[in-house]
């Protein structure tokens, strides 16, 4: 599966912006980043295909 | 100094002033140009050996042969001693902190002769590597031979070589450039070797102990006796242990060479790791930093380029001498049928086909392993902490804990050589063969034993008799290798009738189903560059 959905799929978008936010209280940059991390790790499991993953970077770096 | 080791020093012998051009000439007695040497002499062609030092390699170097390096020097005769001396190990264990949270079995399975890897001294084995040259009387190694110059021509080179009796000239008919990383040869042709470095160091610490430690790789990532860096910890022979200390890049190699700072380094590290208050001994220090990096071709006419001299990687992973002995293995029996006139001068251009592939391969592996230990960035350095994090907890993030991927057989996928086919499973063409517990008339043998050297037809219980063939039976037979186990059938999806053509290096070039003998003849001819 290397089809990236780019479709609006996100059930509660306000809910998940301030989660994605919030996780961040209280910590410094170092940590901040390892936490990033550590959810794009997960959620990049739960996804399971490299491919997909490889093409959601490249459609972020398309951002420059 | 080493202890444990006495350094052999080898007699320098005067080279004769005028001298006919030789058909091989090896630069460099490292445990490539000893390797090649030997195969080549094993297949009948006179080797002269030029090395610029009298002894075998100095200090901590290369520990971890792999078990392909291991069926490639059993082919040459030295298997067995390496097996006795060496320290056989399959499990590796990766910390973070003192927490456990990966470990791998290199070898799962049983039914090998060879295990994954045995851990020894990369002297020993360079010392029992001139003593089979000699053995053969093929090989004439120049001990204090120090090339200086060389005239490439189309049909060889002309060597400038320095010895302590001055300057010597020499006429090679195919110049082997077996003369290390920092090749003169290399150099003096002014061929580019790209690649990268890593911004870090490494203090390399050999010590001796009687240690009640198992026969494994340990590697910790950010222990409590090290904070931030990473240790390596393994056993070789003579009761010598490998240390490994990640510096970084600010470190001051010279203080940390000191004796006292790695005395109080290695105890502070063995009392949590090992033992506390455990006795030991500093045999040798050093401090390396890495690189990775290849030349853009091995073959440039009658001048080939092998092990460290083409290719260089850093060390997690053993890559860099099991990669080069590949070399030898790959090359030895092309460059023997060319000159015996068996086999095209084209053939040779099969050995930048099939090893530039397998030292990418290395070069990926071992650069990916040392991005994950030297982290580049802020954000690389979190992607591989967050690793760390997760494996402690998950399975799933486990398996992208990289401490080094540990040297495997180059597949010689795509290679001009092997005629391709349709199986389902096996052991592909390009592929090494495989080793299978088999008997002979009673007694246990080993299949890979009789693999190799030349070109052998290996045929499962095949119909009719085939000339030559090692013959796999189902059954026991007079003179057949019984596949007692059923592993051979298995491990090469071999039915009743099928034949595979192994090469000279032990990799198969091409598989039947049915044994037709035009057919087997042209993937003969095909592996041999025709
Ligand atoms: C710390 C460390 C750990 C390692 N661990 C492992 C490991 O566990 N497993 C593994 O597989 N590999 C390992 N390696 C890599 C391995 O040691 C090398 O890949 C291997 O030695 C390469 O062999 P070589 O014959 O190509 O070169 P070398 O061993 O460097 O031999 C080159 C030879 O050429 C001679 N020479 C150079 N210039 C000239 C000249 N102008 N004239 C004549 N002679 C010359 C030199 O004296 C030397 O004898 C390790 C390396 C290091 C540094």
């Known amino acids: 599966m290397t089809h990236l959905d780019l479709s609006p799929r996100i059930d509660d978008p306000d809910r998940l912006y301030a989660a994605l936010v919030e996780a961040h209280e209280g910590l410094d940059e170092a940590a901040s980043l390892r936490l990033q991390a550590r959810i794009i790790l997960l959620l990049a499991n739960h996804i399971g295909s490299t491919a997909t993953v490889c093409a959601a970077i490249d459609e972020a770096r398309r951002f420059g | 100094m080493p202890s444990t080791y006495a350094q052999p020093h080898y007699a320098y012998r ?4 005028a001298e006919a051009t030789h058909p091989v000439v090896v630069v460099g007695a490292g445990l490539v140009g000893l390797t090649v040497a030997l195969d080549l002499a094993q297949r009948g062609i006179d080797v002269v050996v030029l090395d610029d030092d009298d002894t075998v390699s100095f200090g901590s170097r290369a520990i971890c042969f792999a078990k392909r390096t291991l069926e490639i020097f059993s082919r040459l005769g030295l298997g067995e001693a390496m097996l006795a001396k060496g320290v056989q190990w399959n499990t590796g264990r990766v910390f973070a902190g003192v927490r456990e949270i990966w470990h791998f079995d290199l070898q799962p399975e049983p039914g090998h002769a060879h295990p994954a890897f045995v851990n020894l001294q990369q002297y020993y084995v360079e010392e029992w590597l001139v003593a089979a040259c000699e053995a053969t009387g093929r090989v004439d190694i120049r001990w204090k031979h120090r090339v200086s110059a060389i005239d490439p021509r189309e049909d060889g080179a002309v060597l400038s070589v320095d010895t302590p009796d001055g300057a010597v000239t020499l006429q090679a ?30 203090l390399i610490a050999d010590v001796v102990m009687q240690a009640p430690f198992p026969p494994e790789r340990w590697f910790w990532f950010d222990p409590p006796f090290h904070p931030g860096g990473s240790v390596l910890l393994h056993r070789q022979a003579d009761d010598v242990w490998r240390i490994d200390f990640q510096l970084g890049w600010d470190a001051d190699p010279e203080a940390e060479k000191q004796p006292e700072r790695v005395r109080a380094r ?10 506390p208050g455990i006795a030991f001994e500093l045999e040798w220090v050093s401090v390396y930093t890495f690189r990775c990096r290849r030349l853009e071709r091995f073959r440039h006419d009658r001048v080939i380029f092998l092990g460290d001299a083409a290719h260089q990687v850093s060390p997690f992973g053993a890559r860099g001498g099991n990669g080069g002995v590949q070399d030898a293995d790959n090359l030895a ?3 023997a049928a060319v000159l015996r006139g068996e086999a095209p001068e084209a053939l040779i251009d099969s050995y930048d086909a099939e090893r530039i592939p397998a030292a990418d391969e290395n070069i990926s592996h071992s650069t990916r392993s040392t991005d994950f230990i030297t982290p580049k960035t802020k954000a690389a350095h979190a992607i591989r902490d967050a690793v760390l994090d997760l494996a402690a907890r998950h399975a799933f993030a486990r398996p992208l804990v990289n401490s080094g991927r540990l040297s495997r057989p180059a597949v010689l996928t795509g290679s001009p050589l092997s005629t391709q086919d349709d199986w389902d499973g096996g052991v592909p063409p390009g592929a090494p063969a495989q080793d299978a517990p088999v008997q002979r008339d009673g ?11 030349d070109f052998t037809l290996l045929a499962f219980d095949p119909p009719a008799a085939i000339e030559g063939a090692v013959v796999v039976s189902s059954n026991p037979a007079p003179g057949a290798f019984w596949d007692s186990e059923g592993q051979a059938f298995a491990r090469y999806a071999a039915g009743p009738g099928s034949v595979v053509l192994i090469r000279p290096d032990q990799h198969v070039a091409a598989r039947f189903r049915a044994y037709d003998p035009e057919a087997v003849a042209a993937a003969r001819s095909r592996a041999l560059g025709a």
Not at chain 2, 14 to 17: E, G, R, T
Not at chain 2, 443 to 453: R, V
């Open chain 2, 14 to 17: 005067p080279s004769p002033q």
């Open chain 2, 173 to 202: 008919g195919w110049l082997l450039a077996c003369d290390g990383a920092r090749s003169f040869i290399r150099e003096s042709l002014g061929l580019p070797f790209v690649g990268q470095v890593f911004r870090d160091r490494f």
């Open chain 2, 266 to 275: 290695v105890q502070a590290m063995l009392d949590m790791a090992v033992a």
């Open chain 2, 333 to 335: 029996w092309k460059l």
């Open chain 2, 443 to 453: 007694a246990p043998d080993w299949l890979l034993a009789h693999l190799g050297g």
